[in-house]
């Protein structure tokens, strides 16, 4: 089965083909985003599981730009170190250690006395509580993303997704529900996603991985759809190395949520732009994660419920399968 073979890109191997996505942890209870022993043990033991990617949680760029004061941040040099803890906890378990890079935009949640979004609407119907962006604030934000790539390499991390999805800043200029402006951010929605694209590549190494997660559709008729990203990328083929495709958030709409719900945006970006892609969402089995793969829906698997449940999934699916587990746990599944 495709899952438990290596993965091979023209920058990086991964022992295997099951991805830890981005989930946050909220434990930075001293609320400076630093990394705690909680963020160091919970992902080791995902790479102790033998995860083949790991990709740590949503991650302020700005301190106004977590989505919770308790979220973890990159924006200070203070942050490295341990961010550094985290990155030796993965690799030296043999596991790819990669971090997701965001801003909130609106939907940040944090203490800040100043939120922002690109235009002056409100999430949902609450009270409007953020200010639009100015232009010398958006520059300051791609100079955030960039800064905080810098700390990410030092850090030891192997690959960044930029959150450009589920409704967060990066999403909500894309999105034509959240960006009404006149200026070039919103004659060119996707503008702020490639200049801070550019100004990322401009600190981070060419033979590290850098991709991006996006919302594939945003569930409304007047928002995003998976042809405006197929157009987008098919115009861009080389800004990212792959495309973790979610969707949905910029509002809240009901959902129809089943095993796989997303995978066919997975498959029709993958077949429209020749990008290989991470697909995920309600994944449930080691045959289903398989499935996908070898019909070519997408090239690697994301789990993420699953593995807060169990760190040892990966370790359950080689066994059900009647596959050798390392030494260290064989016992528990005699
Ligand atoms: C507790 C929790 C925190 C999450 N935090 C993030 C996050 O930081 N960034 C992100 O892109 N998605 C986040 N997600 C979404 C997951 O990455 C994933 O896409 C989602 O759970 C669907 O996959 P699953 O059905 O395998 O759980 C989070 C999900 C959960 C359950």
Redesign the pocket.
């Known amino acids: 089965m495709k899952l438990f073979e290596p993965f091979q890109t023209d920058k990086f191997e991964l022992k295997n083909h099951l991805v830890m ?5 909220y434990q930075c209870k001293t609320q400076d985003g630093i990394p705690t022993d909680f963020h160091i043990s919970h992902y080791g033991a995902r790479a102790i599981g033998q995860v083949g990617m790991i990709i740590v ?2 991650t302020g760029v700005q301190p106004n730009g977590r ?1 919770t004061d308790d979220c973890l941040g990159l924006w200070d040099d203070k942050q490295v170190d341990g961010h550094h803890k985290i990155t030796k906890a993965i690799k030296n378990n043999g596991s790819f250690a990669a971090i ?1 890079l ?1 801003h909130a935009g609106r939907k940040s949640e944090t203490k800040a006395l100043r939120h922002v979004g690109p235009s002056a609407i409100p999430f949902n119907d609450q009270p409007l509580n953020y200010d639009e962006l100015t232009f010398t604030e958006i520059q300051e934000v791609i100079a955030s993303f960039k800064e905080a790539a810098k700390r990410a390499d030092q850090a030891g991390y192997d690959g960044i997704e930029i ?1 450009a ?2 409704g967060y800043l990066i999403h909500q200029f894309i999105s034509p529900l959240s960006n009404t402006r006149e200026d070039d951010y919103g004659k060119d929605r996707f503008l702020l996603l490639k200049e801070i694209m550019d100004a990322i590549k401009e600190v981070w190494p060419k033979e590290k991985g850098l991709w991006m ?1 996006i919302s594939a559709t945003d569930y409304h008729e007047e928002g995003l759809s998976v042809e405006d990203w197929v157009q987008f990328l098919q115009e861009n083929p080389n800004i990212v190395d792959f495309v973790h495709v ?1 969707a949905g958030a910029i509002m809240t709409v009901p959902i129809h949520a089943y095993p796989g719900y997303m995978l066919e945006l997975s498959k029709t970006i993958r077949e429209n732009t020749g990008y290989q892609t991470i697909g ?4 449930q089995s080691a045959e289903m994660a398989s499935f996908a793969l070898e019909s070519e829906q997408c090239d690697l698997v ?5 593995l ?1 449940r169990n760190p040892n999934l990966y370790l359950q699916f080689l066994n059900e399968r009647g596959e050798k587990v390392p030494k260290y746990y064989e016992r528990a599944f005699r």
């Open positions: 996505p981005p989930m946050c942890m949680e949503a989505i997701q965001n959150h999805a589920h997660r979610s995920v969402g309600l994944i994301a789990i993420g419920r699953g807060l």
